[in-house]
């Protein structure tokens, strides 16, 4: 024991337990060691062991524990924390507890674990490894933020950033199973109780950024992909908007813009199958209870540039190697005052023509080619007439002795071997 100092400007006694040094050479010349131990008992506990630092007005002791240098081409020495084994319990836990500290003024203080810098080589690793289990589950590893009266702490994790090279990548990836489903991964924003605050939290998916020029300064892809099965279905990949009393959230799929090329195009495919059919696609807009039922839209791309033709739309059905090729139908919605109409207009011309409509069906090698029917449906209300058929051709109103207006021909087939097609107006 040491003697207390009753000095106000003086200090206590140290205490000093060290080791002796070796001045010589060779393989086996070591510094001695230093070993404290406590006690065994082979009928109840074994005893402790504690470290107690002393208390100040000002600050509390400090404690440091350092491990040796390698001052010559040797390593520095190692440092291991590792608790006894349990034979008919658990093993020792391993806590790591940073004081509270209960000034107005002052913040928690913090825990660093740091890995080595290296001058030559790769710089240190850190793992964290939970517990394996011959018989049952895994032990499991948790990081959370601190619980704060105003925000909660936040948990930040980033890779090294590079100077040459390629900065360090970041994996997530739930373990292998011999016999079970593998882990999931879960990403969740935790709900809004407070109805003054804003929105929920938001989950950001973004890859990286190119600030450099040149043909392969490409930006980073983002890839979802849904889990493959060898002997079953395929995982499914579902994106959904959030519901909500007032409006639901919007879903919005856009390739990016583009200032010296073109821009990203989007494309949604099904996949193939070799045993079955090909997946649907179905674009549909959900029903609603009041107003009037909302749109589907589809614009093709506008062009300014000088000799560059505005973008097209084309809708064709499937083709069949073995049987009947798919329909196409484009039908106007049912009403209970006014069935919806239905429009085709070719796009007006400028300086030249206006486009065409073309109505045709396909050719046949072995059979009957399709017909092209127009035809008015019957109506049963008594106080009202039928619907009409009206062709017209084009007006002309320009003074030119070469223009006129439009033509209609109507003329029927002609048969090689046959009789030619038939003329009827009833």
């Not at 080589?121 to 289990?133: K, L, M």
């Not at 209870?289 to 749109?295: L, N």
């Not at 059905?317 to 209970?336: H, L, N």
Request: proline fraction near 1%.
């Amino acid at each position: 024991a040491v003697s207390d100092s009753g000095s106000f400007d003086g200090r206590s006694g140290s205490v000093t337990i060290q080791a002796g040094s070796h001045a010589h050479d060779g393989a086996s010349a070591s510094g001695g060691d230093v070993s404290v131990s406590s006690g065994s008992s082979s009928h109840s506990h074994g005893g402790d062991m504690t470290f107690s630092l002393g208390n100040g007005l000002l600050s509390g002791g400090s404690y440091s524990l350092t491990t040796g240098s390698g001052t010559g081409l040797g390593n520095g020495g190692d440092f291991s924390v590792v608790t006894g084994d349990g034979q008919g319990g658990r093993g020792g836990a391993v806590s790591f507890i940073i004081g509270s500290t209960s000034s107005g003024d002052g913040n928690g203080a913090f825990f660093s674990i740091v890995a080595g810098t290296s001058y030559g080589q790769n710089g240190g690793s850190i793992a964290f490894t939970s517990g394996d289990s011959t018989v049952t589950d895994s032990g499991a590893i948790s990081f959370t933020g601190g619980h704060g009266a105003v925000n909660g702490g936040p948990i930040s994790m980033s890779s090294g950033s590079a100077g040459s090279g390629d900065s360090g990548d970041i994996t997530i990836q739930s373990g292998a199973t011999a016999t079970g489903k593998g882990g999931s991964i879960s990403i969740l924003v935790a709900d809004s109780g407070n109805s003054n605050a804003k929105a929920s939290g938001d989950v950001t998916i973004r890859a990286g950024k190119h600030a450099q020029s040149g043909p392969l300064a490409k930006g980073g892809s983002v890839s979802i992909t849904a889990g493959q099965s060898v002997q079953s279905e395929g995982g499914a990949l579902s994106l959904a908007s959030g519901s909500g009393q007032t409006m639901s959230g919007d879903v919005s799929l856009a390739s990016g813009v583009a200032t010296g090329g073109p821009s990203g195009d989007l494309s949604i495919s099904t996949g193939a199958a070799t045993g079955g059919k090909g997946g649907d696609i179905d674009v549909s807009v959900g029903d609603g209870d009041t107003g009037s039922g909302r749109s589907i839209t589809i614009v093709a791309g506008k062009t300014t540039g000088a000799g560059g033709d505005g973008g097209s739309i084309t809708m064709t059905a499937g083709e069949s190697t073995t049987t009947d090729g798919g329909d196409v139908s484009i039908s106007a919605g049912a009403g209970s005052v006014t069935g919806g109409s239905m429009t085709f207009t070719s796009g007006a011309g400028g300086s030249s023509d206006s486009g065409s409509i073309s109505l045709s069906t396909g050719s046949t090698d072995g059979g009957v080619s399709g017909s092209i029917s127009l035809s008015v449906a019957t109506s049963g209300d008594s106080s009202g007439s039928s619907g009409s058929i009206s062709l017209s051709a084009g007006d002309h109103f320009y003074e030119d002795s070469s223009s006129s207006g439009g033509s209609i021909s109507l003329s029927t087939g002609i048969g090689n071997h046959s009789t030619g097609g038939s003329f009827s107006l009833t």
